[in-house]
T-cell receptor, first 118, second 117 residues
Framework: AQKITQTQPGMFVQEKEAVTLDCTYDTSDPSYGLFWYKQPSSGEMIFLIYQGSYDQQNATEGRYSLNFQKARKSANLVISASQLGDSAMYFCAMREGGGYNQGGKLIFGQGTELSVKP | NAGVTQTPKFRILKIGQSMTLQCTQDMNHNYMYWYRQDPGMGLKLIYYSVGAGITDKGEVPNGYNVSRSTTEDFPLRLELAAPSQTSVYFC????????????????FGPGTRLTVL
């Protein structure tokens, strides 16, 4: 059964340092996508980064990078040079398949609350 | 582009009342979704739609109904509200051509905070 696990309920990081948020997944589908979303205290869900199961390189988007280790079924989010505005809840999510009529449905982990200290 | 908009932002219902949560997207996305987020939890899929006239159940569909008469709108109907439906409801949309390599990235609305007393 498809599953997303985030084992860190809360994390602290010093401003300007890098931080890694863990995510492991389980699926039997060879085609899948992995997403990270940020949810600040205001509540909206903000898309950060995407990694496809067939992508050869790790995804990067500005200060965000995804450490994709397919054999270990992990998709950790790395935030470099943390800023105070990075304090938020972060969710890892997985989409199985991707063909038409599969709906692109996402399964979410329980989230990691990141606090950036000045 | 306004993206995905949801109304209302907040609502308090009494047990047994009904209401419709509105969702509209202006990105011409073919897929739309409804999720709920309970306190301290991730999001769970309620219903989704792959196009106008086509809807299907997600993980937690009981107590809800949806319709999709246009590409832009995807309302969620709560019948006979119960305290267990107290949650934050998110609408999302994505675009896919149905080919491998599509990211199907979902873009979310701001959410509706619903309390059932």
């Amino acid at each position: 059964a498809q599953k997303i696990t985030q084992t860190q309920p809360g994390m602290f990081v010093q401003e300007k340092e890098a931080v890694t948020l863990d995510c492991t997944y389980d699926t039997s589908d060879p085609s899948y996508g992995l997403f990270w979303y940020k949810q600040p205290s205001s509540g909206e869900m903000i898309f950060l980064i995407y990694q496809g199961s067939y992508d050869q390189q790790n995804a990067t988007e500005g200060r965000y990078s995804l450490n994709f280790q397919k054999a270990r079924k992990s998709a950790n989010l790395v935030i470099s040079a943390s800023q105070l505005g990075d304090s938020a809840m972060y969710f890892c999510a997985m989409r199985e398949g991707g063909g038409y009529n599969q709906g692109g449905k996402l399964i979410f982990g329980q989230g990691t609350e990141l606090s950036v200290k000045p | 582009n306004a993206g995905v908009t949801q109304t209302p932002k907040f609502r308090i219902l009494k047990i047994g009342q009904s209401m419709t949560l509105q969702c509209t997207q202006d990105m011409n996305h073919n897929y739309m979704y409804w999720y709920r987020q309970d306190p301290g939890m991730g999001l769970k899929l309620i219903y989704y739609s792959v196009g106008a006239g086509i809807t299907d159940k997600g993980e937690v569909p009981n107590g809800y109904n949806v319709s999709r008469s246009t590409t832009e709108d995807f309302p969620l109907r709560l019948e006979l509200a119960a305290p267990s439906q107290t949650s934050v409801y998110f609408c999302a949309s994505s675009y896919t051509r149905g080919t491998s390599g599509d990211t199907d990235t979902q873009y979310f609305g701001p959410g509706t905070r619903l309390t059932v007393l």
